[in-house]
């Protein structure tokens, strides 16, 4: 009779140490669960291969990035890398960053997504600046997704309003010359697709394909001189050689409608433009898409500027006496 008590005590003690222990485990489990979490201390590195510095090119990196950061602050980092214009670079890039092994690889133009294709088909890859992905990849039965691990966003301007650009401002004109690198195949399909709507238009079109920027000058004087109007493509090597086209064609007279406004401030008259900032903004939250909510890019839908407008280059006009329509709006100069 004299234990029972002591039995009692101890068992009321007993309860009380497991209702703390299980009292102070609960109030610790929440911080415990949260730095076990693999997404709150999860960092990120991202490779990024731009085929060439170029203004529209270089915005969308910068776009890119500032989607990125703004989401992830300091947990993702860049390795950016710039292959100069030449494509074997690329590559090399590509090849790095596999054996680095990042989280996602960003491809800006067409010839860097082409080397990150041939480099890695399991990590997540974005291209941007990159006009016809069907083209681009080798896709036959292009539908807007890829089925692999790449998507992106798209430049291509609507080239069926370009096409009734060049007929606004040009209706009398009869020969329309397409200059455009032989290299780049996303320009040989613009090329092939406003060619078919300037025909309907009753426009007779030649193309004239240059190497690299070597023979370029010497391509571009026989175009000028055949040609009442050229049409330059979003072509990488034109960007980066707009002064030696207008040297060419600004004493010669013919005028130029370009793909994007990079060239149509180097030598064009006018453009249907995109923000190339913005289009690289896109690609950078569909890369945050990937790399924190798991989606899979081969299921994510190649997307494009969800603007155009028509701009104009504002001294070009005036030198080769064009008119330009009150709803065009004058390029910035720098």
């Known amino acids: 009779m004299k234990k029972k008590p002591v039995s009692l005590l101890l068992a009321a003690l007993m309860a009380l140490s497991l209702t703390a222990c299980g009292t102070a485990k609960t109030a610790e489990s929440p911080a415990a669960s949260l730095e076990a979490s693999p997404a709150a201390d999860k960092t990120y590195t991202v490779?990024?291969?731009q085929l060439v510095q170029h203004p529209a090119l270089d915005a969308a990196t910068?776009?890119?990035?500032?989607?990125?950061?703004e989401k992830l602050g300091d947990k993702v980092t860049f390795d950016e890398q710039n292959a100069s214009g030449d494509?074997?670079?690329?590559?090399?890039i590509a090849n790095?960053?596999?054996?680095?092994?990042?989280?996602?690889?960003?491809?800006?133009?067409?010839?860097?997504?082409?080397?990150?294709?041939?480099?890695?088909s399991t990590i997540p890859v974005l291209g941007t600046s990159v006009t016809d992905y069907g083209t681009a990849l080798g896709i036959d039965d292009w539908a807007g997704?890829?089925?692999?691990?790449?998507?992106?966003?798209?430049d291509l301007a609507p080239l069926d309003q370009q096409a009734a650009m060049l007929k606004e401002l040009f209706p009398d004109a009869k020969n329309v010359g397409i200059l455009y690198?032989?290299?780049?195949?996303?320009?040989?399909?613009?090329?092939?697709v406003i060619t078919r709507l300037l025909?309907?238009?009753?426009?007779?079109?030649?193309?004239?394909?240059f190497s690299d920027?070597?023979?370029?000058?010497?391509?571009?004087?026989?175009?000028?001189?055949?040609?009442?109007v050229i049409y330059l493509p979003t072509d990488n090597t034109v960007a980066s050689n707009t002064e030696i086209i207008k040297n060419v064609c600004v004493p010669a007279g013919v005028p130029i409608i370009a793909g994007e406004e990079g060239i149509c401030k180097g030598c064009g008259v006018a453009t249907l433009s995109i923000s190339y900032y913005d289009l690289g903004y896109a690609t950078g939250e569909m890369a945050y898409e990937i790399l924190v909510n798991g989606k899979d890019p081969g299921t994510m839908e190649v997307r494009y500027a969800p603007k155009f407008t028509k701009e104009y280059n504002a001294e070009i006009a005036q030198t080769l006496g064009v008119t330009i329509p009150s709803d065009y709006a004058a390029i910035k100069a720098e």
């Open 47 to 49: 490779g990024i291969c």
């Open 62 to 69: 910068q776009g890119f990035k500032d989607a990125l950061t």
């Open 87 to 92: 494509v074997p670079t690329c590559a090399t």
């Open 96 to 120: 790095q960053f596999v054996s680095s092994n990042v989280d996602l690889i960003m491809a800006n133009a067409t010839p860097a997504l082409q080397a990150v294709q041939t480099a890695t």
């Open 145 to 154: 997704t890829t089925g692999t691990n790449i998507s992106g966003t798209s």
């Open 181 to 192: 690198c032989s290299a780049e195949p996303n320009s040989k399909y613009q090329s092939s």
């Open 199 to 209: 025909n309907e238009m009753g426009y007779t079109c030649k193309d004239y394909t």
């Open 213 to 228: 920027s070597n023979d370029l000058q010497t391509v571009a004087t026989t175009a000028a001189a055949e040609s009442d």
